[in-house]
């Protein structure tokens, strides 16, 4: 684990760091869980970003980051991505060509309005006896931002510095109303699970 190396690197106020997000590989999805007294009859869903850059600036206490997702080129329940996550059910094409301009459109993530997703890291620190950083920043999906805490772990590699981790977010404090049909019957859950998986090159 990066632990000792990063405490070096956010302690030393002399000198600072530039690294990049390596958009190439690792990966950024979203689930989203049905509930209601039909949900054996509804499908969880699976946002995958498939466009996202950033950056990451170490200089002491001044260190921040951010990583910005296209809006514009998410996917929604793709087979292969289901699968790598461990969603259940298969849904045809139509039915993914619907629930994509639901999610697209102004009732849903309004990409024209909004072509970004950002996530600001605005200060970190470690997690005493733990190999895990607690990381306080900003999410801003729909023009709204929130603050938010993310534990993230941190995984050196020959390619680079790895960090993955989780964040739970309820869409409708960011303007979206969860979907809903046969009055409620189904529906999905006012909560997403976003799970990322990024690569940090020194620029």
């Given at each position: 684990?990066?632990?000792p190396l ?14 990049v ?11 989203l869980?049905s509930?209601?007294?039909l949900k054996?009859?509804?499908h969880?869903?699976v ?7 950033g950056?990451?600036?170490?200089a002491?206490?001044a ?7 296209g ?6 329940d793709?087979p292969?991505?289901r699968e ?7 849904l045809?094409?139509k ?14 993530l309004s990409v024209?309005?909004h072509?970004?997703?950002?996530f ?5 620190y ?12 900003e999410f801003?999906?729909?023009g709204v ?15 680079g ?10 869409p409708?404090?960011y ?11 189904i529906?999905?859950k ?8 990024l690569l940090?090159r020194?620029?």
């Amino acid at each position: 684990m990066l632990a000792p190396l990063l405490a070096a690197l956010l302690l030393a106020p002399a000198s600072s760091q530039e690294f990049v997000i390596d958009a190439s590989t690792g990966s950024i999805i979203a689930v989203l869980e049905s509930e209601g007294a039909l949900k054996a009859l509804a499908h969880d869903h699976v946002v995958d970003a498939r466009e996202f850059e950033g950056e990451l600036t170490v200089a002491g206490e001044a260190s921040n980051g951010q990583v910005r997702v296209g809006a514009e080129w998410i996917e929604i329940d793709a087979p292969a991505t289901r699968e790598a996550a461990k969603v259940e059910g298969k849904l045809s094409e139509k039915d993914r060509e619907k629930i994509r301009e639901q999610m697209r459109g102004p009732k849903g993530l309004s990409v024209k309005d909004h072509p970004k997703i950002v996530f600001r890291a605005l200060k970190a620190y470690q997690v005493e006896g733990e190999s895990i950083w607690m990381v306080d920043g900003e999410f801003e999906l729909r023009g709204v931002k929130q603050a938010v805490q993310i534990p993230v772990e941190f995984e050196r590699s020959a390619r680079g510095t790895w960090f993955h981790g989780r964040l739970r977010i309820k869409p409708s404090d960011y303007g979206i109303k969860p979907f809903k049909v046969l009055g409620g019957m189904i529906r999905v859950k006012d909560e997403a699970l976003i799970r990322f998986r990024l690569l940090a090159r020194p620029r």
